[in-house]
């Protein structure tokens, strides 16, 4: 039976060579390598080939291919999820159908904003691409010099745009997909307006591959802002953090962009692993916010906002102090802090992630209620809370005790402090994960926390689009 298996699967690889051309099926060691570990090494899996099809037709090839011989297909973009998405198991029988070399961009409609491309073009180029048009696209993350638009797609990425654009699914009308028979849907519509029955784009958006392959997209584009400003608010708690963004929305409206949080230990975290960014102010404060406006009128027309809103904050005593930026260079130190957050926690040695949504209200007492539980369950633990606060986004994460063995203490505290950290976040009507999706990683969590009805419908969704189970198995569903 294994012998029968194995020449199944030595016969798919063989008449992938012929579908795609022997140069895009990589099965050397050496080639194979970078594709099958997560960016972030939690996971490394095994594949009986990677597959680099460079046509939507030769992803249909290959996915009839892999129906026929009931081959498992891990879709795979830039390899940046952080949730184990992308890697296959260890067996070795799934193959990684990488769509890097579908990296073209089909067409930019200035009248309609939207630009059509193809699954394997990077997010950055998707943004150059826009600007050289005038034009915003506006879906932004760390990760964008190397994520892929059909990435963003699959996780329904977030990033730092959310608050005024939305997330990827908000960002796109159109999609292109290969079923798991290798049939091409052709749903590359680009249209604000189209109720004719029930919603395909949005099942797949989000999917995380388990569902078919998207091969192209037609994506939204936005006017492109004349000028954006950051400011930097110091403020005492989140919950002056939440009431000072409420009257940032009243003076800012829609130019409002950006609106993240950073607890004080976040950036001493980063003075001590890179000293060139500097504490932004004098005195020490609990919370900072960082603040940007994208205006379409003018700079000095987002500075006058600016002003106007800390003038206010500041006589009320809602906010402690605020610095606008002075220059370009100077908002893009301001972000710098706020990107180099990750960076210095990985810095200080291994930690405990969360990615946690609360309603927006909610996120002042869910963090005080939360740090409360975990410093009882756990003394000395270090939070490390950053994120998105304009999306009730958090980067709820917790560091061992300065000086001690991180390794014993996530061996003893990983899996309690989660429980505490999403059974607060479940209370609180939440998500255990708000932008990185469910991958291999929190597929427990998904039905530790999702009802039977819902764990039902998706379920039957799967199986009646993906009968034999050959998209990306094991992850999002168990
Ligand atoms: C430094 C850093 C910062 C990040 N910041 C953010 C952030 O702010 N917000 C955020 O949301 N995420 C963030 N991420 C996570 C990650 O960048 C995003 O999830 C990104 O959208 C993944 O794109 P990718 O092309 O790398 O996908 P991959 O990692 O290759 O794949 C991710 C998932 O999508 C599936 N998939 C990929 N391509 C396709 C396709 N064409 N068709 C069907 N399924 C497919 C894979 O099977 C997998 O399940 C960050 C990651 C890093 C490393």
């Known amino acids: 039976m294994t012998d029968t298996i194995s020449s199944d699967r030595d016969a798919f690889v063989t008449a992938c060579r012929d579908a795609i051309g022997a140069a895009h099926v990589l099965t050397e060691p050496n080639d194979t390598a970078p594709f099958l570990t997560d960016w972030r090494r939690r996971y490394t899996g095994a594949a009986c080939a990677v597959l680099r099809p460079g046509t939507t037709q030769e992803v249909a090839a290959v996915l009839k291919l892999a129906y026929e ?4 297909i891990v879709p795979q973009g830039g390899n940046t999820g952080l949730a184990g998405g992308a890697t296959p198991d260890v067996t070795g029988r799934q193959a990684v159908l990488s769509v890097a070399r579908l990296n073209r961009v089909r067409a930019l409609d200035p009248h309609n904003n939207t630009i059509t491309v193809e699954a394997g073009v990077i997010l950055a180029e998707v943004q150059r691409h826009a600007r050289q048009a005038d034009r915003l696209f506006p ?3 760390a990760a964008e010099g190397s994520c892929t638009i059909g990435g963003n ?10 608050l005024r654009y939305g997330n990827t699914r908000e960002l796109c009308l159109g999609l292109e997909v290969v079923t798991p028979r290798g049939e091409i849907w052709d749903g590359l519509r680009a249209l604000r307006k189209d109720n004719t029955g029930y919603d395909l784009r949005d099942l797949y958006i989000g999917a995380e591959g388990t569902l078919g392959v998207i091969t192209a997209a037609v994506m939204k584009l936005h006017p492109l802002p004349a000028a954006r400003v950051t400011a930097l608010a110091a403020l005492a708690s989140p919950h002056a953090a939440l009431e000072f963004l409420t ?3 009243q003076c800012a409206g829609p130019l409002l962009t950006g609106y993240e949080i950073m607890s004080d230990f976040c950036l001493r975290l980063v003075g001590k ?7 932004p102010f004098d005195q020490p404060h609990a919370q900072i916010v960082l603040l940007e406006l994208s205006d379409t009128e003018s700079e000095a027309h987002a500075r006058t906002l600016f002003e106007r809103m800390t003038e206010q904050a500041l006589e009320s005593g809602l906010v402690e102090d605020a610095v606008v ?6 908002s893009r130190a301001f972000w710098d802090l706020r990107e180099h957050i990750p960076l210095a926690q990985a810095e200080e040695g291994l930690n405990i992630k969360h990615d946690i949504a609360v309603p927006i209200s909610r996120i002042g007492t869910f963090i005080e209620e939360t740090d409360a539980a975990i410093a009882a369950a756990a003394p000395g633990a270090r939070m490390v809370t950053f994120g998105h606060l304009g999306d009730g986004n958090l980067h709820y994460n917790v560091q061992a005790p300065e000086g001690g063995d991180a390794r014993a203490f996530l061996a003893q505290y990983q899996a309690p402090l989660n429980r505490i950290v999403y059974d607060n976040v479940h209370r609180h009507q939440g998500t ?5 999706g469910v991958g291999q990683l929190k597929v427990g969590e998904l039905t530790h926390y999702k009802s039977d009805v819902e764990m039902n419908l998706m379920r039957a969704i799967k199986a009646a689009l993906d009968p034999h189970g050959l998209m990306n198995p094991g992850k999002v569903l168990p």
């Open 325 to 330: 930026a002075e220059s370009l260079a100077q």
């Open 273 to 279: 692993h890179y000293p060139q960014l500097r504490y």
């Open 432 to 436: 255990f994960s708000a932008e990185h």
């Open 139 to 141: 879906l932004s993350l």
């Open 153 to 162: 797609l699959a996780t329904n990425a977030g990033g730092t745009g959310v």
């Open 69 to 72: 011989h009931r081959v498992a």
């Open 247 to 249: 009257l940032a929305q």
